[in-house]
């Protein structure tokens, strides 16, 4: 399985960063991809779960706004890198994002950190060293 997690992730990486680079237009990408797949999602929940949906939305749409604009700001300046600097690159560094998550999991959340977790971030974090300076 996590192989195969592997090789979506490096699929949608691949079509994403030839994507951008066909488009010419890094922001009208981003914006387009979040339009395109958000409104089946948002169609779906209004369908399959409208008082849920209706509920939630009125009780947490601020966090919802400022979640869309982390997540929005956070893909479209991955894909402005991908016209700058390599792919394979930009992939690599992205997914050291494993580093804070594992940071935040550990002093904001107070989660456990186990070795294993410790080890892996740090294996992440190598990758992405040896791909920048090889």
């Known amino acids: 399985m996590a192989l195969l997690n592997a090789l979506v992730i490096a699929a949608y990486t691949l079509v ?16 387009w991809m979040f339009l395109l797949s958000g409104i089946p999602l948002a169609l779906w929940a209004c369908i399959a779960r409208r008082s849920s949906f209706a509920l939630y939305l009125s009780r947490h749409w601020q966090i919802g706004i400022a979640g869309g604009i ?38 904001v959340l107070r989660e456990q950190v186990g070795r294993w977790r410790v080890i892996s971030a740090c294996i992440i974090a190598g990758g992405a060293a040896v791909l920048r300076l090889g």
Do not use: C, H, K, N
């Not at 994403?16 to 914006?31: E, H, I, N």
């Not at 929005?72 to 992205?94: C, K, N």
């Open 70 to 107: 982390g997540a929005t700001s956070s893909y479209g300046l991955a894909l402005w890198a991908m016209t700058v600097a390599p792919i394979a690159v930009v992939a690599a560094l992205r997914e050291t994002s494993i580093l804070f998550a594992t940071l935040i999991a550990g002093i």
């Open 16 to 31: 994403d960063g030839l994507g951008v680079r066909q488009s010419g237009a890094p922001a009208a990408y981003t914006l």
